[in-house]
């Protein structure tokens, strides 16, 4: 039965449980990289015209000429725009931005109503703008502190809930084959009787016709006979039947479907087996073997590899996760920011960034948001629900280790009445089990 339980245990369901798992532990190395910096860049052209004056009735005069019907202000920028941000697990955010600004200036006119916008000279020079800012936003009361770690112990509650899945699916598998194998041996032990029954009602049979040729059984008794040889024949082949039938099964179980072993029809339909001497015959001996360990050490063992309990204390990990949640969701949302921005002006990058050193060019800011929900009825709600669902949970966890006390009662007592009727029925303890306690 080793070689049957270590195939089953690579079934293709087990290897799909597998792939589950990787992609639970993918998601986990993704949660705990999600506080990545972000670095983004842009080059931003712009050319941008506003009016500057207008003539338009004509009499407006500008040293002793007409003043242009219509005059605009050409303002021609390039913008070098970089930027870093980073949050870190305790909810504060950091930025630092630069910026680079080359713009000149251009007065364009409009002589008279009806003609063309003229393209004028500069009117500065090229003025290069630089500035360099750096900012931190901190959450006061909400969303500050092991509420950002949320995901990460999400992601970790999945990959374990994920574990005890592909555990639970093991152990159901491995307890069917092995529940299939034990069948297949008593399928195999009355197929063995029943042989020997046959022969017996063979043998009987040709006693019973030499009796009643010789005239001291009637015919009644040969009919008696025969038909109980037709009932054991009948009883074998549908035994064998339901060999073929069990393993199948256990075929099924560990994925061996593309072996030939079936029903070949030829003139007779017989079992084919292929050139594969591929079957299943059970060598293994039930063994009862008594546990040294007392009833409350078993108890607290069977505590800690219930896979149901486990995952009932996992869905009491997420609601504790829900819970954090809607209570964070009631906490006051006061958020401050505060950023200092470095300013530099001159003709070119060298002059600007020197400009990093006049204090009073800088610029700074300090604000504090504060949120209040109005008449918000449905946060109570959410935590009032999370703390029921919590107490339901308990309650199934108890209810589950009170079942688990009365199952493992329930099997001391039936191991001892097993034992009191072994030693009944063979008189003493056969050599091919264990008996202990």
Not at 78 to 83: D, F, I, K, M, R
Request: aromatic share 8%.
């Amino acid at each position: 039965m080793s070689n049957l339980l270590g195939r089953g245990t690579r079934s293709l369901d087990l290897q799909v449980r597998k792939m589950v798992e990787e992609a639970a532990l993918s998601q986990l190395a993704s949660a705990q990289e999600r506080n990545f910096p972000v670095l983004s860049t842009s080059l931003i052209q712009n050319k941008n015209i506003s009016p500057a004056g207008s003539n338009l009735s004509g009499g407006n005069t500008t040293n002793g000429q007409p003043a242009p019907y219509l005059s605009t202000t050409e303002t021609d920028s390039t913008t070098l725009y970089a930027s870093w941000i980073k949050r870190n697990d305790l909810g504060m955010k950091f930025s630092s931005t630069l910026q680079r600004t080359v713009s000149q200036n251009r007065l364009n006119t409009m002589q008279d109503k009806g003609e063309a916008l003229e393209s004028g000279e500069a009117t500065d020079n090229p003025l290069e703008t630089t500035s360099l800012n750096a900012a931190v936003s901190i959450p006061i009361f909400q969303d500050w502190g092991e509420i950002n770690n949320l995901p990460v112990r999400r992601a970790e509650l999945a990959l374990e809930n994920s574990k005890l899945t592909t555990t639970t699916q093991t152990y159901t598998l491995l307890e069917t084959i092995a529940k299939t194998y034990w069948n297949l041996v008593k399928v195999e032990e009355n197929i063995l009787i029943l042989e020997e029954a046959v022969k017996l009602s063979e043998q009987l049979l040709k006693e019973t016709q030499a009796r009643v040729d010789v005239g001291l059984l009637q015919q009644t008794d040969l009919k008696e006979v025969s038909t109980q040889l037709a009932s054991n024949s009948h009883d074998l082949l549908s035994t064998k039947i339901l060999q073929q039938d069990i393993e199948d099964q256990l075929r099924t179980y560990l994925n061996m479907e593309q072996y030939p072993i079936g029903f070949k029809p030829t003139d007779v339909p017989r079992i084919h087996w292929g050139q594969y001497a591929i079957g299943f015959k059970p060598t293994d001996v039930p063994r009862i073997d008594w546990s040294r360990y007392g009833y409350a050490a078993l108890l607290q063992k069977a505590y800690q590899n219930n896979v149901e309990i486990q995952l009932l204390e996992s869905s009491l990990k997420s609601n504790r996760f829900d819970l954090v949640e809607a209570l964070n969701s009631d906490k006051t949302n006061l958020d401050l920011e505060m950023q200092y921005r470095l300013n530099g002006f001159g003709g070119s990058t060298t002059e600007a960034l020197q400009g990093f050193s006049n204090t009073p060019s800088h610029d700074y800011q300090i604000s504090v948001s504060w949120v209040v929900p109005l008449f918000d009825k449905v946060t109570p709600q959410t935590i009032l629900r999370r703390k029921i669902e919590k107490s339901q949970l308990e309650l199934r966890v108890r209810n589950q280790k009170m079942q688990l006390g009365v199952r493992l009662q329930t099997i001391f007592r039936n191991l001892k009445f097993s034992l009191d009727e072994a030693k009944t029925a063979c008189g003493r303890y056969p050599k091919r089990f264990v008996w202990s306690r």
